[in-house]
Protein backbone atom coordinates (compact mmCIF):
# COMPACT_ATOMS: atom_id res chain seq x y z
CA UNK A 1 0.00 0.00 0.00
CA UNK A 2 1.96 3.54 -1.14
CA UNK A 3 1.55 6.35 1.14
CA UNK A 4 1.37 8.94 -1.39
CA UNK A 5 -1.96 9.58 -3.37
CA UNK A 6 -1.66 10.73 -7.46
CA UNK A 7 -4.50 12.84 -8.16
CA UNK A 8 -6.54 12.62 -11.72
CA UNK A 9 -8.80 15.51 -13.27
CA UNK A 10 -11.13 12.70 -13.14
CA UNK A 11 -14.32 14.13 -11.53
CA UNK A 12 -15.23 11.90 -8.29
CA UNK A 13 -17.47 12.25 -5.11
CA UNK A 14 -20.58 14.74 -4.56
CA UNK A 15 -22.41 15.95 -7.30
CA UNK A 16 -23.68 19.12 -5.76
CA UNK A 17 -21.36 21.16 -3.42
CA UNK A 18 -22.95 24.09 -1.07
CA UNK A 19 -20.81 26.00 1.09
CA UNK A 20 -22.32 27.59 4.22
CA UNK A 21 -20.60 30.36 5.98
CA UNK A 22 -22.67 31.86 8.55
CA UNK A 23 -22.43 36.34 9.25
CA UNK A 24 -20.07 38.01 11.22
CA UNK A 25 -22.88 38.75 13.63
CA UNK A 26 -24.84 36.11 14.49
CA UNK A 27 -26.99 37.81 16.80
CA UNK A 28 -29.08 40.65 14.88
CA UNK A 29 -32.58 40.88 13.07
CA UNK A 30 -32.03 38.70 10.22
CA UNK A 31 -34.23 36.44 7.63
CA UNK A 32 -33.53 33.32 10.43
CA UNK A 33 -34.59 35.03 13.62
CA UNK A 34 -37.47 36.80 11.63
CA UNK A 35 -39.22 33.49 10.95
CA UNK A 36 -38.52 32.18 14.92
CA UNK A 37 -40.09 35.40 15.74
CA UNK A 38 -42.96 35.22 13.55
CA UNK A 39 -43.44 31.10 14.62
CA UNK A 40 -43.50 32.06 18.39
CA UNK A 41 -45.41 35.01 18.12
CA UNK A 42 -47.84 33.57 16.30
CA UNK A 43 -47.90 30.63 19.32
CA UNK A 44 -46.25 27.66 17.20
CA UNK A 45 -46.38 24.79 19.85
CA UNK A 46 -42.26 24.67 19.88
CA UNK A 47 -43.04 21.31 22.33
CA UNK A 48 -43.75 19.12 19.08
CA UNK A 49 -41.65 17.90 17.03
CA UNK A 50 -42.64 18.02 13.59
CA UNK A 51 -43.39 21.98 14.27
CA UNK A 52 -39.93 21.76 15.02
CA UNK A 53 -38.99 20.63 12.03
CA UNK A 54 -41.12 22.65 10.03
CA UNK A 55 -39.43 26.17 11.67
CA UNK A 56 -36.29 24.38 11.05
CA UNK A 57 -37.11 23.99 6.93
CA UNK A 58 -38.69 27.62 7.14
CA UNK A 59 -36.20 29.14 8.43
CA UNK A 60 -33.07 27.42 6.43
CA UNK A 61 -35.60 28.68 3.13
CA UNK A 62 -35.66 32.04 4.10
CA UNK A 63 -32.10 32.15 5.15
CA UNK A 64 -30.12 30.13 3.41
CA UNK A 65 -31.86 29.04 0.28
CA UNK A 66 -33.68 32.73 -0.26
CA UNK A 67 -29.59 35.01 0.59
CA UNK A 68 -28.81 32.50 -2.75
CA UNK A 69 -31.19 34.28 -4.75
CA UNK A 70 -30.38 37.45 -3.05
CA UNK A 71 -26.32 37.17 -4.61
CA UNK A 72 -28.20 38.86 -7.61
CA UNK A 73 -28.36 41.94 -5.80
CA UNK A 74 -25.18 44.53 -5.69
CA UNK A 75 -23.96 45.14 -1.87
CA UNK A 76 -24.61 49.47 -3.03
CA UNK A 77 -26.01 51.67 -5.83
CA UNK A 78 -24.01 51.30 -9.27
CA UNK A 79 -21.63 48.78 -7.85
CA UNK A 80 -22.92 46.09 -9.90
CA UNK A 81 -20.33 43.97 -12.10
CA UNK A 82 -20.46 43.99 -15.63
CA UNK A 83 -20.69 40.34 -17.93
CA UNK A 84 -18.87 40.56 -21.47
CA UNK A 85 -21.49 40.08 -23.84
CA UNK A 86 -21.24 37.37 -26.02
CA UNK A 87 -21.70 36.89 -30.07
CA UNK A 88 -24.16 34.52 -30.91
CA UNK A 89 -25.65 33.25 -34.01
CA UNK A 90 -29.34 32.21 -33.12
CA UNK A 91 -31.69 35.23 -32.12
CA UNK A 92 -32.05 34.46 -28.59
CA UNK A 93 -28.11 34.65 -28.28
CA UNK A 94 -27.89 38.11 -28.62
CA UNK A 95 -26.62 40.04 -25.43
CA UNK A 96 -29.86 42.18 -25.96
CA UNK A 97 -32.11 39.38 -25.93
CA UNK A 98 -34.48 38.45 -22.95
CA UNK A 99 -33.15 35.57 -22.28
CA UNK A 100 -29.23 36.20 -22.50
CA UNK A 101 -30.09 38.94 -20.06
CA UNK A 102 -32.12 36.93 -17.82
CA UNK A 103 -29.19 34.37 -17.70
CA UNK A 104 -26.82 37.29 -17.57
CA UNK A 105 -28.73 38.58 -14.75
CA UNK A 106 -28.20 35.21 -13.01
CA UNK A 107 -24.87 34.64 -13.77
CA UNK A 108 -23.58 37.87 -12.57
CA UNK A 109 -24.58 37.11 -8.73
CA UNK A 110 -23.45 33.41 -8.62
CA UNK A 111 -19.90 33.72 -7.59
CA UNK A 112 -19.43 30.27 -8.57
CA UNK A 113 -16.26 29.87 -11.21
CA UNK A 114 -18.05 26.97 -13.56
CA UNK A 115 -21.69 26.99 -14.13
CA UNK A 116 -22.00 30.48 -12.60
CA UNK A 117 -26.07 30.09 -12.94
CA UNK A 118 -26.35 26.65 -11.86
CA UNK A 119 -26.35 27.55 -7.95
CA UNK A 120 -28.76 30.19 -8.54
CA UNK A 121 -31.52 27.93 -10.00
CA UNK A 122 -30.67 25.40 -7.74
CA UNK A 123 -31.66 27.41 -4.85
CA UNK A 124 -34.61 27.95 -6.89
CA UNK A 125 -35.40 24.41 -7.05
CA UNK A 126 -35.02 23.91 -3.66
CA UNK A 127 -37.15 27.39 -2.60
CA UNK A 128 -39.97 25.82 -5.04
CA UNK A 129 -39.81 22.02 -3.24
CA UNK A 130 -39.30 23.42 0.55
CA UNK A 131 -42.28 25.78 0.01
CA UNK A 132 -44.70 22.45 -1.62
CA UNK A 133 -43.78 20.66 1.05
CA UNK A 134 -44.34 23.40 3.96
CA UNK A 135 -47.89 24.14 2.23
CA UNK A 136 -49.40 26.46 -0.15
CA UNK A 137 -49.15 29.75 1.72
CA UNK A 138 -44.92 29.24 1.79
CA UNK A 139 -45.27 29.00 -1.88
CA UNK A 140 -46.71 32.45 -2.45
CA UNK A 141 -44.54 33.94 0.07
CA UNK A 142 -41.51 32.49 -1.58
CA UNK A 143 -42.73 33.62 -5.03
CA UNK A 144 -42.96 37.74 -3.47
CA UNK A 145 -39.76 37.05 -2.28
CA UNK A 146 -38.21 35.93 -5.57
CA UNK A 147 -39.63 38.73 -7.50
CA UNK A 148 -38.69 41.11 -4.50
CA UNK A 149 -35.44 39.96 -5.47
CA UNK A 150 -35.53 41.23 -9.07
CA UNK A 151 -36.90 44.42 -7.96
CA UNK A 152 -34.38 45.47 -5.35
CA UNK A 153 -31.30 44.54 -7.90
CA UNK A 154 -33.20 46.64 -10.52
CA UNK A 155 -33.98 49.44 -8.46
CA UNK A 156 -30.19 49.35 -7.00
CA UNK A 157 -28.59 49.18 -10.69
CA UNK A 158 -30.31 52.75 -11.35
CA UNK A 159 -29.24 54.37 -8.57
CA UNK A 160 -32.04 53.99 -5.94
CA UNK A 161 -30.91 53.27 -2.29
CA UNK A 162 -34.43 50.10 -1.82
CA UNK A 163 -34.08 49.74 2.26
CA UNK A 164 -37.84 49.11 2.04
CA UNK A 165 -37.37 46.16 -0.45
CA UNK A 166 -34.62 44.96 1.49
CA UNK A 167 -36.45 45.01 5.10
CA UNK A 168 -39.09 43.40 3.68
CA UNK A 169 -36.74 40.62 2.52
CA UNK A 170 -35.02 40.30 6.11
CA UNK A 171 -38.05 40.71 8.33
CA UNK A 172 -41.72 40.99 6.78
CA UNK A 173 -41.38 37.62 4.59
CA UNK A 174 -39.97 35.51 6.69
CA UNK A 175 -42.05 36.84 9.79
CA UNK A 176 -45.46 36.06 7.86
CA UNK A 177 -43.15 32.82 6.57
CA UNK A 178 -42.75 31.36 10.36
CA UNK A 179 -46.42 32.76 11.10
CA UNK A 180 -47.87 30.88 8.44
CA UNK A 181 -46.87 27.88 10.17
CA UNK A 182 -49.67 27.72 12.27
CA UNK A 183 -51.94 29.19 9.37
CA UNK A 184 -54.29 25.81 10.26
CA UNK A 185 -54.80 26.78 13.99
CA UNK A 186 -55.57 30.40 13.50
CA UNK A 187 -57.58 30.30 10.49
CA UNK A 188 -60.96 32.65 11.22
CA UNK A 189 -58.25 34.38 13.99
CA UNK A 190 -59.02 38.07 12.41
CA UNK A 191 -57.29 40.10 15.46
CA UNK A 192 -54.56 38.03 16.54
CA UNK A 193 -53.31 38.42 12.51
CA UNK A 194 -53.85 42.54 12.66
CA UNK A 195 -51.66 41.69 15.84
CA UNK A 196 -48.92 40.06 14.02
CA UNK A 197 -48.91 42.22 11.13
CA UNK A 198 -48.54 45.30 13.37
CA UNK A 199 -45.52 43.50 15.27
CA UNK A 200 -43.92 42.91 11.92
CA UNK A 201 -44.14 46.17 10.14
CA UNK A 202 -42.68 47.51 13.74
CA UNK A 203 -39.79 45.78 13.25
CA UNK A 204 -39.80 46.06 9.30
CA UNK A 205 -39.81 49.80 10.09
CA UNK A 206 -36.68 49.29 12.03
CA UNK A 207 -34.66 47.12 9.79
CA UNK A 208 -35.52 49.78 6.86
CA UNK A 209 -34.38 52.64 9.39
CA UNK A 210 -30.82 50.04 9.73
CA UNK A 211 -30.46 49.95 6.06
CA UNK A 212 -30.80 54.05 5.31
CA UNK A 213 -28.26 54.58 8.01
CA UNK A 214 -25.70 52.55 6.05
CA UNK A 215 -26.64 53.30 2.66
CA UNK A 216 -25.86 57.02 3.73
CA UNK A 217 -23.29 55.87 6.46
CA UNK A 218 -24.45 56.77 9.28
CA UNK A 219 -26.17 60.09 8.35
CA UNK A 220 -29.52 59.48 8.13
CA UNK A 221 -31.06 57.78 11.29
CA UNK A 222 -34.45 59.40 11.27
CA UNK A 223 -35.95 55.49 10.25
CA UNK A 224 -34.23 54.09 13.37
CA UNK A 225 -35.99 56.66 15.48
CA UNK A 226 -38.88 55.67 13.95
CA UNK A 227 -38.69 52.29 13.91
CA UNK A 228 -38.08 51.80 17.44
CA UNK A 229 -41.07 54.61 18.15
CA UNK A 230 -43.53 53.12 16.45
CA UNK A 231 -42.36 49.22 18.31
CA UNK A 232 -43.29 50.91 21.76
CA UNK A 233 -46.63 52.64 20.41
CA UNK A 234 -47.95 48.70 18.36
CA UNK A 235 -47.08 47.37 22.31
CA UNK A 236 -48.88 50.05 24.07
CA UNK A 237 -51.82 49.74 21.45
CA UNK A 238 -51.57 45.69 21.72
CA UNK A 239 -52.07 46.65 25.58
CA UNK A 240 -48.77 44.60 26.23
CA UNK A 241 -47.23 46.22 29.73
CA UNK A 242 -44.50 43.72 30.18
CA UNK A 243 -43.45 43.70 26.58
CA UNK A 244 -43.44 47.50 26.97
CA UNK A 245 -40.96 48.10 29.86
CA UNK A 246 -39.07 44.78 28.32
CA UNK A 247 -38.65 46.65 24.91
CA UNK A 248 -37.66 50.36 26.65
CA UNK A 249 -34.87 48.67 28.53
CA UNK A 250 -33.62 47.04 25.69
CA UNK A 251 -33.87 49.78 23.70
CA UNK A 252 -32.24 52.39 25.78
CA UNK A 253 -28.85 51.40 25.25
CA UNK A 254 -29.01 51.93 21.12
CA UNK A 255 -31.07 54.80 22.25
CA UNK A 256 -27.81 56.46 23.89
CA UNK A 257 -25.98 55.24 21.45
CA UNK A 258 -27.34 56.89 18.98
CA UNK A 259 -27.74 60.04 20.10
CA UNK A 260 -24.51 60.63 20.57
CA UNK A 261 -23.97 61.11 17.24
CA UNK A 262 -20.36 60.03 17.83
CA UNK A 263 -18.90 56.82 15.25
CA UNK A 264 -22.30 55.78 13.73
CA UNK A 265 -20.54 52.63 12.13
CA UNK A 266 -19.89 51.63 15.83
CA UNK A 267 -23.13 52.72 16.87
CA UNK A 268 -24.93 50.53 14.88
CA UNK A 269 -22.85 47.39 15.53
CA UNK A 270 -23.07 47.80 19.00
CA UNK A 271 -27.00 47.99 18.78
CA UNK A 272 -27.67 45.01 16.29
CA UNK A 273 -27.92 42.31 19.37
CA UNK A 274 -29.92 44.50 21.55
CA UNK A 275 -32.85 44.99 18.46
CA UNK A 276 -32.47 41.09 17.86
CA UNK A 277 -32.80 40.47 21.93
CA UNK A 278 -35.98 42.77 21.65
CA UNK A 279 -37.73 41.06 18.68
CA UNK A 280 -37.64 37.28 20.23
CA UNK A 281 -38.80 38.75 23.53
CA UNK A 282 -41.63 40.71 22.26
CA UNK A 283 -42.72 37.50 20.30
CA UNK A 284 -42.07 35.13 23.38
CA UNK A 285 -44.20 37.94 25.17
CA UNK A 286 -47.23 38.34 22.97
CA UNK A 287 -47.17 34.73 22.69
Not at 234 to 243: D, G, K, M, S, V
Amino acid sequence: MSGACAQSSVDAGPLMQLHIAPSRTLWRIGPAWAVVAGAVAAGAPLGNADTLLRLAAAATMADLIWGILRRIIPDSPRSDRTVTPTVSSVPYGHSDAPLAGFLQTIAVGERSATAPWLGWLGALALTVALSLLLGTPMLLISTLAVGLIFLTRALLQRGYCPALCLAFLDVMLPWVLGAALVWPDMNGEVRRWVWLGILATAFTVLQWGLYRARFSAGERMVGLWLGQMILLGALIALRQPWAVALTALLLAPPTWWLARRAGADAALARSLPWWWASMLSVAAIVR
